[in-house]
């Protein structure tokens, strides 16, 4: 078989389509869309292998619509200008057009703008498909002329329900070569997967090629090169480090080392994380515990020393010496409070007394003048703020 596996078992119409029932179910506004035969721009927001892509050509198919597919990693504006080209003939055949653009939070702010006035004018439908949270990787004035979808991952009771399709299909998938799978293989499966149709199918094709059984050996021995799904610069990395800093906070070291390890064995720099707890040290841990912050700073050095794998160990300590040390967020809220006054009062002038009389005319000007030396003196009655903002208290 010559096409891949989880192109050739693709579904063509939503009864085949499988999982996000509410997405798509009988009183879903896409049902709806599609009975009336009148579909808004879209962006699809999901993770990887849960159907974006399946579910924009099913739509298009639906709708009888022209699909386009883009890739933001491929194409840019050159490429958008065929498209229009495209869109504008089937506008004058009154038929619609349907651009899918895939992953599209890699175009640029200057990218996703050319979209506006075709998706404005109806020239095109939009679907752009991406893993991201639209909120911070959409242009706002794009996010406004569509209605974002959201994508659940898929449950391992979605990919094993694939998994059977897969072997039994005989015209798209392997059912003419008889093979069999043991129940706790395609669990297995599922497992690895971890919600991504596609990479499961993989996996099902890869273990047919090597035996017309699979059993538990055979998933493990195609497995051991599978990572977990982990995008640096998405919203993954900071799910994980978002729940590393809760665990932290919370006191539990063992979830902490966990969320730590998910992390580095996905291939995180390390610095990232020293340089988070270095942050949380004085954030969550401040004056409760200052030795935490030079524990954290000196993980910090110790990994940017000596480097993977050696500086793992080195993370953990430090995890576990956070998690388990008593925590004040007093310097944090300091900070809040007096951030908040500095933007309420604006630039206020440094007192008088409070300036140095370094040169002779500074002096005539009063700089310095009545300022009480504490060293030798008591400062009874010497203020340290500005004169028209009061003195406070910021740890209270």
Not at 79 to 86: C, N, P, S, T
């Amino acid at each position: 078989m010559s096409e891949p596996l989880a192109s050739a078992m693709r579904p063509n119409n939503l009864d085949n389509f499988v999982g996000q029932a509410e997405i798509i179910g009988p009183d879903s506004f896409l049902r709806q869309a599609i009975i009336k035969q009148h579909l808004p721009s879209l962006l699809f927001w999901g993770p990887p292998g849960c159907g974006k892509t399946t579910l924009a050509k099913i739509l298009a198919n639906s709708l009888e619509a022209d699909f386009i597919a883009l890739s933001a990693v491929t194409s840019g504006l050159k490429e958008l200008r065929q498209v229009i080209d495209q869109a504008r003939g089937n506008q004058i055949a009154n038929k619609p057009t349907i651009l899918l653009v895939d992953e599209i939070h890699r175009w640029n702010r200057g990218q996703q703008d050319a979209l506006l006035p075709y998706v404005e004018d109806g020239t095109i439908i939009l679907i752009g498909a991406t893993t991201e949270n639209p909120s911070f990787s959409v242009n706002a004035a794009l996010l406004s002329r569509c209605q974002v979808v959201i994508f659940q991952q898929l449950t391992a009771d979605d990919i094993i329900n694939l998994l059977e399709r897969a072997l039994k299909d005989k015209q798209c998938g392997l059912g003419k070569l008889n093979i069999k799978a043991d129940p706790s293989a395609l669990a297995r499966i599922a497992q690895i997967a971890d919600g991504d149709a596609r990479l499961s199918l993989n996996l099902l094709e890869a273990a047919a090629k090597i035996s017309s059984e699979i059993n538990l050996e055979v998933v493990n021995k195609i497995s051991r090169q599978i990572v977990f799904s982990y995008n640096q610069a998405g919203d993954e990395r900071y799910h994980l480090i978002s729940a590393l800093h809760k665990s932290l906070r919370g006191n539990d070291a063992s979830a902490a080392v966990y969320w730590l390890v998910r992390m580095l064995e996905s291939g995180e720099d390390p610095l990232y994380i020293a340089r988070r707890l270095v942050r949380f040290a004085s954030e969550d841990i401040g004056l409760a515990n200052n030795t935490a912050l030079l524990l954290a700073t000196s993980c910090f050095e110790a990994c940017r020393q000596i480097g993977l794998p050696e500086c793992k160990v080195v993370l953990t300590q430090a995890v576990i010496y956070l998690a388990k040390s008593p925590k004040s967020i007093a310097a944090y809220q300091a900070y809040q409070r007096a951030a908040a006054d500095v933007n309420q009062f604006g630039a206020l002038p440094v007192p008088l007394h409070l300036l140095n009389a370094s040169t002779k005319l500074a002096k005539e000007m009063g700089y310095g003048k009545n300022y009480k030396y504490t060293p030798l003196e008591s400062d009874d009655g010497q203020s340290y703020w500005p004169d028209k903002l009061p003195a406070k208290n910021y740890l209270a």
